[in-house]
């Protein structure tokens, strides 16, 4: 296989994920209080969105590379 049909496989993988998920979530631990023994915190969920656009991107860009891989035999 070409590179260009494996980075174009890749690509097409990430759009369909990121089409899939729309974004990424995760949970990080915010400390308010810290006074010698007494810790208050609190747990705070982030997300971070993928863009539909940025998707389509990866997809077109990825079926590009695979058509562009496969044609240069």
Known sequence: MKPATIVGILLVIL?????AVGG???TRQKKDVDIGPVQISHE????IPISPI?????L????ALVFAGARGR
Do not use: D, Q
């Open 15 to 19: 759009g369909v994920i990121g089409f």
């Open 24 to 26: 990424l979530s995760f």
């Open 44 to 47: 705070k969920k982030e997300t």
């Open 54 to 58: 940025l998707s389509s991107m990866s």
């Open 60 to 63: 077109i860009a990825g079926i």
